[in-house]
């Protein structure tokens, strides 16, 4: 599994004329060899793959690595003619430092490098992300049992993250996004002290943290009664968002898909109420490549299999409320998967 991932970053990097690769970032670290640590760095070349790290991890890492560990006070660089670096992951003062080691024409950016690699998942990430899917289900149907006349936004929060650590979880995947009547026309909404009261319709954008992948899901209920309005812009972006996945498949471009649900609302009448992307990968990270927006690198990128994406379109009115609703997207050989297995299409009405 981690020589295959390293093979994949090989010919990335070789792609770009170099010999070798330098990595800081814990989360990539994790990704290429296993190893959970909060600091360490990866020197990778074209016949090895060496783990350096500070007397912390050394036995650790000794223990658990599959590639051979050295203490970061007693490694000596090898001499690369060329050794490439995330240029959107390493800090100035480590570039400045590996300048020096290396000189300033051998060491060479190339952006979003572990993003690109990290964008096709292979089985292992798969099965985790559709764990990680079915336990972000499980608390979403918990919240909307919790939901009561005079609850708070925040204490369903709180309710959740505690049913998802008592059900394996490592924790959230993100603060919830719980939102009563009008605070749901704030996309990036942070649970306050509202109070739940009928009438009210409840956006929930939900994600676990689940053996270091993550889920994503957005659903709208309504509490007692339903706002007409709500109601409304519910069937719009839902049939935006099928318009969508229906449309995901290999060799379609991002903005393409895109344009498939932007257009629907648009032709609705609330084009400029849909401010946001259409959504963004899924993986190590709640947000990572592909980021499904219409401008570039992005725009042209064409889906592929191996992607895990969501789709998640939205329309806000201020003062009023907001619909969003968002489904987890593997893409297939053939098509797509849909890892997102709670209902939408019958509106909730919880009583």
Known sequence: MFNDRIQRLRQLYMKN??????????????????????????????????????????????????????????????????????????????????????????????????????????????????EAANLGSLGFEHVIHSLKEGVTEEELALELEIFWKRNGAQGLGFNPIIAFGKNGAMPHYRPGKAKLEKGMSVLIDIGVLYKHYHSDMTRVVFYDSIDPLISHLYDIVLEAQEKAIQSCKPGITIQELDQTARQFIEH?????????????????????????????????????????????????????????????????ENGYENLTNTQKQTKLIIK
């Open 17 to 130: 004329g170099l010999e070798g690769f330098y990595i800081d970032d814990p989360l990539n670290i994790y990704y290429l060899t296993g190893l959970s640590m909060s600091a360490g760095q990866l020197f990778i070349t074209n016949e090895k793959v060496e783990v350096i790290v500070d007397s912390r991890y050394f036995d650790f890492a000794k223990a658990h690595s599959p590639f051979k560990v050295y203490l970061d006070n007693q490694y000596q660089w090898e001499s690369v003619q060329k050794i490439g670096f995330d240029s959107n992951l390493i800090t100035f003062n480590r570039y400045l430092l590996l300048e020096k080691v290396f000189g300033q024409k051998n060491f060479i950016p190339i952006e979003n490098a572990l993003c690109l690699v990290r964008m096709i998942k292979d089985n292992e990430e798969v099965a985790l992300l559709k």
């Open 268 to 332: 609705e009448g609330f084009g400029p109420q849909f401010i946001h992307n259409l959504g963004h990968g899924l993986g190590l990270e709640i947000h990572e490549c592909p980021f499904l927006k219409t401008k570039e690198p992005f725009s042209h990128m064409v889906l592929k299999p191996g992607m895990v994406i969501t789709i998640e379109p939205g329309i806000y009115i201020a003062d009023k409320g907001g619909v969003r609703i968002e489904d987890t997207i593997l893409i297939t």
